[in-house]
């Protein structure tokens, strides 16, 4: 054999060693590519999964809230959902505020101010039952934990300050519709309270209009007008839906 042949032999091996070499660099990274597209993919899907759940959480302790407001106002009119005239029940003496020992709505003009009395001695809330005086600086107590700083949420939803669904109207939810309805954990669930603003009938007298005959004429008897806040807070603990409404209740002229 002469060395020219031993030489190409030589250069032949080398060649190959280095080929088998960079094939496995190409196995090497095209299995790294594969394990990362399917992290990718896992991470993806499991982004998804939790926005969806996270969107029909929050979309459910929404109808809740306005299923809560509703309610509310049925309190407020004494009726049922179906608008008939609320019925008491003996064996459920909250529904239609029945007990004498439940705060009742004022009915005339002359007893807003006793029942505003009453209720600001109901420290630190100043809330009875759900009826409540306006409240006075900071609005969101549902987001103060520290009762240093204001009233929280945990002081204004105590069982004799706040009202549950249908705690007052009998209204029933079955928990397969909307367990957050449904709910009577501590902290759990939702409730509505309802602010007493007593109305100035001679406020909006400022003559600023000189006809006023395309003006609403509001018949409100007693003179009120009711805030409602209702919060629902969804089966995630992170899941909260606070809405609020001014309610006028009119009544027809004798």
């Known amino acids: 054999m002469t060395a020219k042949a031993a030489g190409m032999r030589h250069a032949h091996t080398c060649a190959a060693r280095r080929q088998k070499g960079v094939a496995l660099f190409i196995v090497i990274t095209l299995v790294m590519l594969s394990m990362l597209l399917a992290l990718w ?11 969806v759940g996270n969107d029909a959480d929050y979309q459910r302790a ?38 004498a020992t439940i705060t009742q709505f004022p009915q005339e003009t002359q007893q807003v101010g006793l029942l505003l009395a009453n209720l600001n001695r109901a420290t630190p809330t100043s809330c009875r039952d759900a009826l409540c005086t306006k409240r006075t600086g900071p609005q969101d107590f549902w987001n103060n934990v520290d009762e240093t700083k204001g009233i929280t949420l945990s002081q204004m939803t105590a069982p004799d300050v706040a009202a549950r669904y249908g705690q007052f109207t009998g209204a029933i939810s079955e928990g397969k519709s909307n367990p957050i309805l449904a709910s009577r954990e501590t ?30 004429a509001l018949y409100m008897q007693p ?31 004798d």
Request: charged share 20%; net charge positive.
């Open 187 to 216: 902290g759990k669930g939702g409730w509505y309270w309802i602010e007493i603003l007593p109305y100035d009938a001679s406020a909006g007298n400022s003559g600023l209009i000189a006809n006023d005959s395309p003006r609403l």
């Open 223 to 253: 003179q009120v007008i009711y805030r409602i806040t209702a919060i629902a807070h969804g089966r995630k603990s992170g899941t909260q839906v606070v809405l609020q409404q001014t309610y006028v209740r009119q009544k027809r002229r």
């Open 41 to 51: 993919a896992s991470r993806s899907a499991l982004f998804n999964e939790m926005f």
């Open 62 to 99: 929404l109808e809740a809230a306005q299923a809560l407001l509703q309610d509310a106002e049925l309190d407020i009119r004494g009726e049922q959902a179906n608008g008939a005239a609320c019925i008491t029940n003996s064996s459920q003496p909250s529904v239609c505020r029945n007990a």
